[in-house]
C-alpha cells in the first residue's frame, strides 16, 4: 500500500524530512508509550492519557509501521492481538523527546516527574543507554 | 483573540505540550527560516523551499506569536510591513532542530550540509552559543 507519504517530500532539508514523518500531534505521543509507558496494543494506546481517537490511532500506527518507527508482530498465545514495538530508527527518536519535553518544561505548566527531568538533563547519556538496553532486552 | 489551542491541554504531560504547541508539518520549518535561514517577512517565508500556501503560513504565525514562540514588528521605514522575530522562547526549541536533524539525517537521505550536521553532533555547545549570540544581536 502506497499512501500520501510516500510522494515526493517538500524539499531535502533533513528537519522537512523529520516533520514530513512524525510532524503531527499524534505520532510521537505513541513513541513515547511504547518508549516509556510499555504499552504494546492498540487497547493499551487506545487508554493513554490523551484520548486518541481510534481512526487516528489506526491511521498513526500504519503510517510509523509503513516508515520504519514501528514494528507489528502477532501475540503467540492470541493470534488475533497485534503487539507493536519501536524498531532501532523508532528508538531513535529518544533525543528528539528529551528536547521537546525539557522545552515543554522550561516554558509551560506541565506535570513532568521532577526525577524524570533530572535525570534527562545530568545524566542524559545514563538515561538514553537504559532506555536502549530496555529496548533491546524486548527484542 | 482565543483560539483552539486555547482549550484545557489533552494532558498534563510535557511532551503532549510540546505537541500541541508544535507538533505539526510547518511550525518549524517557520521556527527553523527564523533561526537559521534570515527570514523576517510573511514574504520571505512564502518563498521558502517547501513552498508552504498563504493561508497554512498566516494561521501558523498567528498562532506561533499567540503561544510565544514569535514575535512581530513593524518595519519603522514601511509601516505596512511586519518583521518577525523568534523570542528567547522560540530561540531555545535550538535543541528539538538539532534532534529532529540529526535523527533524520541518520535514517533518511536528505541534503544537509556535512559541516553543520558535523557542528551538530561535535561541536553542540558552541553551535547553540552561536545562535543565541546572533539571535541576542538582532534584539
Known amino acids: 500500500m502506497r499512501r500520501k507519504n510516500s510522494r515526493p517530500r517538500r524539499s531535502e532539508c533533513p528537519l522537512n524530512a523529520a516533520l514530513e514523518m512524525v510532524g503531527d500531534r499524534w505520532s510521537l505521543l505513541i513513541v513515547r508509550d511504547l518508549m516509556l509507558g510499555g504499552q504494546r496494543t492498540y487497547k493499551a494506546f ?20 509503513e516508515i520504519g518507527i514501528l514494528g507489528s508482530v502477532r501475540d503467540p498465545s492470541d493470534r488475533r492481538r497485534i503487539h507493536y514495538k519501536l524498531t532501532a530508527k523508532g528508538i531513535d527518536l529518544a533525543p528528539v523527546l528529551i528536547e521537546l519535553v525539557l522545552w515543554a518544561s522550561r516554558h509551560e505548566r506541565t506535570a513532568a516527574p521532577k526525577e524524570l527531568l533530572d535525570e534527562m538533563v545530568h545524566h542524559r547519556r545514563r538515561f538514553l543507554t537504559r532506555l536502549k538496553r530496555q529496548w533491546s532486552a524486548m527484542e
Open 46 to 65: 487506545l487508554a493513554g492519557g490523551e484520548r486518541i481517537a481510534t481512526n487516528v490511532l489506526a491511521d498513526r500506527l500504519a503510517k510509523l509501521e
